[in-house]
């Protein structure tokens, strides 16, 4: 195994097997996944600060086994910033020291470890480690097939078109992977007030546009429909963060894109994004994401 000892802002870190392929149909090696993050880490930052993150770590690369990783404890640097949360798995294992990566030195330890996806929950820990009520409100567009993305922009729309009229700023990104999703900055007094909203959200649409909407998990209802996830927003759960990679068989990202984007998207690879296209976009656009980091407005009764 080669070893290389780096300095990231002051923080040490030793690198290891830099040249291992971990997207094999691309050739995508760890050296390529730690350089991402190294670019991206201005404009995603912001998004994972101060918030738990579940690691999605794949060693052997997208074609081996993967793992998610919430306790850290053993391998954890002395200067990482952790947060011991109870085991939201509720499986009596106890707490678990989640990671939180508040700067560059900790992006990359997170990459050095294949960690190739990040998934953070709608809400942060404070500076003494409790736990705050949410300040995101997420849908996550789900396609059941033959449906696509392009289907989950179409309901993206009609979202929108609620989410605005209740005084909210929806921001979408993909999710990387199939779907679509859309956020909201909002501010909240308890841990359920954004469940509630969504799932009344979510229902109506299934109502007005049953052909195309449904807000139950069964998936024999969903052939051909677009499922609004309005559940991500239990604070159990977590989603992609923005800008993070994915493990499928390319180094696809969830990446934030604008309204003209979903209005116009016509095939699901008009909003397919690989790593390269994302620091193109970033160089250029900035972060498209921004919105979602201004003050959250309060929820309608």
């Not at 070893?3 to 760890?30: H, Q, W």
């Not at 850290?72 to 109870?86: C, F």
Request: aromatic content about 6%; glycine content about 6%; overall charge negative.
């Amino acid at each position: 195994m080669t070893r290389v000892a780096v300095d990231v802002d002051g923080r040490r870190l030793t690198l290891s097997n830099l040249d291992k392929v971990l997207y094999p149909e691309t050739g995508f090696a760890k050296r390529d996944v730690i350089d991402y993050y190294r670019q991206v880490a201005p404009v995603m930052l912001p998004h994972i600060t101060d918030r738990p993150t579940t690691l999605r770590r794949f060693p052997d690369g997208v074609a081996g086994q993967w793992f998610y990783e919430k306790d850290v404890s053993r391998h954890a640097p002395d200067w990482l910033r952790t947060a011991r949360l109870a085991n939201r798995d509720d499986d009596g294992d106890g707490p678990n020291d989640y990671p939180v990566l508040d700067d560059l030195a900790s992006l990359v330890w997170a990459a050095n470890l294949a960690a190739l996806e990040l998934h953070v929950p709608q809400w942060t820990v404070t500076a003494d480690g409790e736990q705050a009520t949410p300040d995101r409100l997420v849908f996550d567009l789900d396609p059941g097939a033959p449906a696509t993305i392009v289907e989950c922009c179409r309901v993206a729309e009609s979202l929108r078109e609620v989410l605005t009229a209740d005084g909210l700023t929806p921001v979408p990104k993909t999710s990387g992977s199939k779907g679509l999703q859309l956020y909201c900055a909002v501010r909240t007094s308890g841990p359920d007030e954004t469940s509630r909203y969504a799932k009344v959200v979510a229902r109506r649409l299934a109502r007005e546009q049953p052909t195309l909407v449904v807000s139950t998990m069964a998936k024999s209802a969903r052939t051909g429909k677009v499922l609004i996830d309005w559940s991500q927003n239990n604070p159990s759960k977590t989603t992609v963060a923005p800008y993070s990679l994915r493990g499928k068989e390319i180094p696809t990202v969830s990446t934030p894109v604008t309204w003209d984007e979903v209005e116009g998207c016509r095939t699901p690879a008009a909003l397919r994004f690989e790593a390269n296209d994302v620091i193109e976009r970033i160089t250029s656009d900035g972060d498209l994401f921004s919105a979602v980091l201004r003050d959250g407005v309060r929820l309608p009764a």
